[in-house]
């Protein structure tokens, strides 16, 4: 069965300090990837997606992902993350058609 | 700048009574959909028109319908709001010929039913 797994509900991590939000995915087929962040009460925004070339992918605010097809990971880093980076965060990928396909989410809470 | 557009932001109802959520578009995309997102829980996907033709999820409640009179607009229409049925409602549009089916969202409604 095709799903996204974010192995983290909750990530705390202080101000400045470099954090990692974990996505591992499976298909039997290509995917294109993506990281989403929704900020409270609003709707969800596209901080950076994968879908071919190179595996390090460079978005928004200053985050970053690697996709790494033998680990079926795509996870989500920030080297120095801000208050303004509290929000939920969610994995997706497009398995083909029109389904779009989201991990469960993972709260960052960037604390001073 | 194109962009997907959902009124009102913040909706209140009753226990029973009808309530029409709003989302319009700008991107002249030929797919929206409707998610419903309770609190921390992923989006879930509720129906999708590809132009005209609507695309129930086989878990969505009857209770839930949709129209798209045209390509900017599509509703939302509760019929019987439970207290269940409360929640962020999400509008994403995408373009079917692209060659990933890329989803944009508006800012959401957020249902409350008293």
Known sequence: ?112 | DAMVIQNPRYQVTQFGKPVTLSCSQTLNHNVMYWYQQKSSQAPKLLFHYYDKDFNNEADTPDNFQSRRPNTSFCFLDIRSPGLGDAAMYLCATSEASASYNEQFFGPGTRLTVL
Do not use: M
């Open chain 1, 1 to 112: 069965a095709q799903s996204v797994t974010q192995l983290d509900s909750q990530v705390p991590v202080f101000e400045e300090a470099p954090v990692e939000l974990r996505c591992n995915y499976s298909s039997s087929v290509s995917v294109y990837l993506f990281w989403y962040v929704q900020y409270p009460n609003q709707g969800l925004q596209l901080l950076l997606k994968y879908l071919s070339g190179s595996t390090l992918v460079k978005g928004i605010n200053g985050f970053e992902a690697e996709f790494n097809k033998s680990q079926t990971s795509f996870h989500l880093r920030k080297p120095s993350v801000h208050i303004s980076d509290t929000a939920e965060y969610f994995c997706a990928f497009l398995p083909g058609g029109f389904k779009t396909i989201f991990g469960a989410g993972t709260r960052l809470f960037v604390k001073a």
